[in-house]
């Protein structure tokens, strides 16, 4: 594909800030720029981001600014919250937003903000009949445990926001994820529990997804064994899908059925009634505090003009270190232990959305989303950061920090404030040959022996980094810290021009483990390929179970 003379015009003038800026040590930015670290850096509550350690200098920023006009970036958000097809692929609107604030559609789509707002009411009322002990189980008993089945966007969400905010849990009710099809965490789980006092929660937008029917049924095995009556799973089991009749089926009451719509995506679901685990286990209020903060970044989104917009300055960041300094990874930091699921959440938010190989057109990209992974803080520092220092692999990274911690422990906080930022500086420092020598000369060795040792203390700095400050882990920045990364991973969709709403690579994998499946109940492998075929035949021979 042949590009126009304003396309080569505004690529070469990034390519030309690129030569540029490589051509000095971050240090030496720093020098020549003295207010270099409030130029660069960006306060949007409840946030403070400080780009200034990233390779870019004035011409960097104006063409990375001119490049997001190019590429239309504001005319294409505007089609995302007024509800557009976005979503070309699939012919679909892409309006997780509305969730959080249905008024955006309003006008444009009355229906739908009314079904958003009575569905979200009616949520939250049963969140409170539960916690307020109003709704008891079929024999009367009080709810104490909530059994989640779902996997991918009907787990990741939930389960990492409640983490997030542990000191929200309620401590009345026990929420336990089961996602995975490994049967000795049912096992573990179901021996724990008693279904007289348990919730059970189908969490499955397509009503077909196999790992949570196959968990579903056997849950509902387990269930019946103790409660066989028929009418007992009217009191215990709920549903959250977009297939009501296909739940009925199932056995759920109707009124236990939270619907959900096919303008909000698996990855994009935790403001929708998929939150509903998430909301037993904090309260709806906190929950309404999560939409709340969530919609306040919409808003900032939709209204900063793109040099101050937060979202679009990180994805510029990403598409700018990616394309132009070959870095093909992000890792995510955050020094906080109850934003430990937090990279794997953005795994998925991340990576299943801008992971394509085409662009609008069906052409092939030259580059499309990063592989996204990462670590808590401080225990990153005793693994993998050696590499980072000293290693010849480098990174995109961005360090998130929230600035209050646990008022009892404020000893441990600041080690930890202190760990953070110095990864950062170290990474943006380096150590020289010079300062390694002096060092050790300074512990007593001869000039030989420091001059022999010196090589293996240098480190070369020069890493990029983002650090991103959080004035305190709440409900309200939780669910701005997700908005916030939602929108710089749909601004990353337009720079790389890929759909970030359809995950076709994924239904590959369905489609042929069901494939597979139906192979092992009927013996016959013929179709499948020698290596899966031999792979098969090893388990046979090892497992007690012939497939």
């Not at 015009?9 to 051509?23: Q, R």
């Not at 480098?394 to 760990?419: C, R, T, V, W």
């Amino acid at each position: 594909m042949t590009q126009n003379s304003k396309d080569q015009s505004i690529f070469d003038v990034l390519e030309t800030a690129a030569i540029e800026v490589k051509k000095r040590h971050l240090m030496t930015l720093f020098s020549e720029q003295p207010n270099r670290a409030h130029t660069y850096s960006l306060n949007v509550e409840p946030f403070f981001l400080d780009y200034s350690k990233q390779a870019i200098n004035k011409n960097a920023f104006k063409a990375l600014i001119n490049f997001a006009k190019y590429k239309e970036l504001e005319a294409k958000r505007d089609a995302m919250f007024q509800g557009e097809k976005i979503n070309h692929t699939e012919n679909r609107a892409v309006l997780h937003t509305a969730l959080r604030d249905s008024s955006q559609i309003t006008n444009s789509f009355p229906q739908t903000s009314l079904e958003i707002e009575s569905t979200k009411t009616k949520m939250l009322n049963f969140v409170d009949a539960v916690t307020s002990q109003k709704h008891l189980g079929h024999t009367g008993k009080v709810i104490t445990d909530v059994i989640s089945i779902g996997i991918g966007g009907s787990f990741f969400g939930p389960k990492m926001l409640q983490s997030a905010l542990i000191k929200h849990n309620n401590n009345q009710i026990k929420i336990h994820y089961l996602a995975n099809i490994d049967g000795e965490q049912i096992v573990h789980l179901l021996d724990s529990l008693n279904p007289e006092t348990c919730l059970v929660i189908v969490a499955s937008k397509s009503w077909t997804t196999a790992e949570t029917q196959l968990n579903a049924q056997s849950v509902l095995k387990w269930f019946n064994n103790t409660l066989p009556q028929k009418e007992a799973i009217k009191k215990h089991w709920v549903a959250l899908t977009a297939k009501s009749k296909q739940a009925e089926e199932f056995g759920i009451q109707a009124s236990m059925i939270f619907p959900m719509w096919d303008f909000v995506g698996g990855r994009y679901s935790v403001w929708s009634t998929i939150g509903l685990p998430l909301a037993l286990s904090i309260g709806s209020k906190a929950f309404i505090q999560i939409l709340e903060g969530a919609a306040s970044i919409d808003k900032h989104f939709r209204e900063a003009p793109l040099d101050k917009n937060m979202p679009v300055i990180m994805a510029l960041l990403g598409y700018w270190q990616q394309e132009y300094f070959n870095l093909n990874n992000l890792m995510v930091l955050p020094y906080s232990h109850n934003l430990k699921s937090l990279p794997a959440y953005l795994q998925q938010l991340d990576m299943e959305s801008n992971g394509k190989a085409v662009n609008s057109t069906g052409d092939e990209v030259k580059n499309s989303g990063p592989i996204l992974w990462g670590a808590e803080g401080t225990n990153c520092q005793h693994s993998f950061m050696q590499l980072f220092h000293q290693g010849k692999q480098s990174s995109m990274i961005d360090f998130i920090l929230p600035a209050k911690g646990h008022e009892q422990y404020q000893a441990q906080h600041k080690l930890m404030i202190a760990n953070c930022l110095a990864q950062a500086q170290a990474l943006l420092q380096g150590k020289t040959l010079t300062q390694a020598t002096n060092e050790l000369l300074a512990t007593g060795l001869n000039q030989e022996q420091a001059n022999d040792l010196a090589k293996h203390k240098t480190m070369p700095g020069n890493t990029s980094s983002n650090m991103l400050i959080i004035e305190e882990i709440t409900p309200h920045s939780m669910g701005a810290l997700l908005a916030l990364y939602e929108h710089k991973v749909f601004c990353q969709g337009i720079f790389f021009d890929v759909n970030s709403f359809d995950q076709w690579g994924v239904e590959l994998g369905k489609s042929l483990g069901k494939n597979l499946l139906d192979c092992m109940e009927t013996s016959q492998t013929e179709s499948l390929d020698p290596s899966t075929s031999n792979l098969l035949d090893y388990i046979n021979k090892k497992s007690e179970q012939t497939y």
